[in-house]
């Protein structure tokens, strides 16, 4: 696994002195810790603290080997900070407790390297759990996976070395630097790997993980690669819900004259299943209660909906740019201000429950990060003024939002992904494979992948069958690699 040196040779020497430490445990610890810090920092969180729950690192207890322990003296020995224990959202099972690696460490002039730590009952378990998780992404998605192959693409790995010591700072972006430069040191162990289990139904890969500027230096067969993907996806995608959710509640009035309560909770929750795929990790239950939720606030509070807003934000997302009008409109208020050419506005950290700057290159940028913090944020934790100001100019559409996850906050973006994920893994991607079977296709969540060679015929059929699916004409962008 890959370790800055220094941060190796510390786990090494504890677990030397220690009884009942493992050097193969400290170090996966260590590793897991840094890479899933690394994932924060692709999702634009400035957070360094990463959640560790216990349901998952019980698993690794073997022999009177305590992972619990290992993490305790991590701690002691002032390689890892530490937060207090708190308890998962709503769904998640066990105990979880969020740590961090110390400065020092990160900061170091020291290199990333790879080091042959061995924990048989560690190495077991991660070859398990890797074969069985493609196992069934092949079964789900055998017609995109096939292309994930190492012996397909190619880094420019020298170049892009380069690129990352020119524009980050080991010393002022530690964090930054760390995660670019796993990602290149990772990129043959990584490359075929991937895995379409979870809540999100998404298939996850190298790819999906790599930092956006750093896929200028991946080739496949020797080709460079351009994507199309759906312009404004998860406001898009909430625009097809709002859509559907809306026909659902003309339909009752226009035959029925009034909502019944089961009714309608039916009409909605056949409506949210042929949405997505429904299994253990977003079972019956979690659909019931969405659908409870909405009927709820279109029986109670039917009066006070304003109608002509939910059309008014659908022909903004779908016409227009919603990033564009929200980023006027905060600038305008002062949620979002500019500091050179920077646009810089403060987002809701909730490991340190505060509000913290983040600075963007684009007005556009900045108004996208606030709009999705916005979707997805809980009532209570909607701290920042941008976030505060988001509101008024949708309130209907945010009142219904607020009724969707009253019981789990986390539920909206689960059933906003797992809509996307069905309509581009099971249906568009299927379809182009089809009658294209030897077009090279590679999915990141909300675009489609392929070489330039392809790219034009790609993006016509992609275009095509997503909006032959959601029913309206879909808008894409397009990205060179």
């Not at 709002?242 to 003309?250: G, P, T």
């Not at 581009?424 to 070489?451: C, E, F, Q, R």
Request: charge should be positive.
């Amino acid at each position: 696994m890959n370790l800055p040196e220094r941060l190796f040779n510390k786990a090494t020497s504890i677990a030397e002195v220690s009884e009942n430490i493992d050097s193969g445990i400290l170090a996966y610890l260590l590793y897991l810790i840094l890479k899933l810090g690394s994932k924060n920092n692709l999702k634009n969180k400035s957070s360094k603290w990463v959640s560790l729950c216990s349901n998952i690192i019980n698993q690794l207890n073997h022999k009177g080997y305590k992972v619990a322990e290992h993490l305790k003296i991590l701690v002691q020995e002032q390689v890892l900070d530490s937060k207090p224990h708190f308890k998962p959202e709503t769904g998640k099972k066990g105990i979880c407790k969020r740590f961090a690696i110390k400065e020092e460490y990160l900061s170091s002039k020291d290199e990333i390297k790879m080091y042959q730590v061995w924990n048989e009952h560690i190495a077991k378990k991660r070859n398990v759990r890797k074969i069985q998780r493609q196992i069934e992404a092949d079964y789900k998605t055998e017609h995109l996976t096939k292309w994930l192959k190492q012996s397909f693409f190619e880094m420019d790995k020298e170049s892009a070395m380069d690129y990352i010591k020119k524009h980050y700072s080991k010393k002022n972006m530690p964090h930054k630097f760390r995660t670019r430069e796993l990602a290149v040191l990772e990129f043959e162990e990584k490359i075929d790997q991937y895995s379409r289990e979870g809540k999100d139904d998404r298939l996850h890969t190298y790819l999906t993980s790599l930092p956006r500027d750093l896929k200028q230096f991946i080739t496949f067969g020797g080709s460079k690669l351009k994507e199309a993907d759906i312009k404004s996806a998860q406001p898009f995608i909430l625009t097809i819900l709002l859509e559907n959710i809306i026909r659902v509640y003309s339909d009752e009035i226009n035959k029925h004259r009034k909502i019944s309560f089961k009714r309608f909770r039916n009409k909605i929750r056949t409506m949210l299943i042929q949405l997505i795929n429904t299994n253990k990790e977003l079972n019956k239950s979690d659909i019931e209660n969405i659908a409870n939720s909405i009927t709820i606030m279109f029986v109670n509070d039917s009066e006070t909906i304003d109608f002509a807003e939910f059309e008014h934000f659908i022909s903004l997302v779908r016409e227009k740019d919603i990033y564009v009008y929200v980023g006027k409109k905060l600038l305008k208020s002062g949620a979002i201000w500019r500091e050179g050419k920077k646009y810089i506005s403060n987002f809701y950290d909730k490991s340190t429950n505060s509000t913290n700057p983040d600075s963007f290159e684009t007005l556009r940028d900045c108004a996208k990060e606030v709009t999705i913090q916005t979707l997805y944020s809980s009532a209570e934790n909607r701290g920042s003024k941008a976030v505060n100001d988001f509101k008024p100019l949708f309130p209907s559409v945010f009142n219904l939002l607020d009724n969707i996850k009253n019981k789990n906050k986390a539920i909206l973006p689960i059933l906003m992904q797992r809509i996307e994920s069905k309509s581009i893994l099971d249906y568009s991607t299927k379809k182009i494979a089809k009658k294209h079977p030897k077009m090279p296709l590679i999915t990141k969540h909300d675009s489609v992948i392929t070489t330039l060679e392809y790219f034009d015929i790609m993006k016509k059929e992609f275009q095509y069958h997503l909006s032959d699916y959601f029913g309206v004409k879909v808008k894409l962008g397009e990205d060179f690699w």
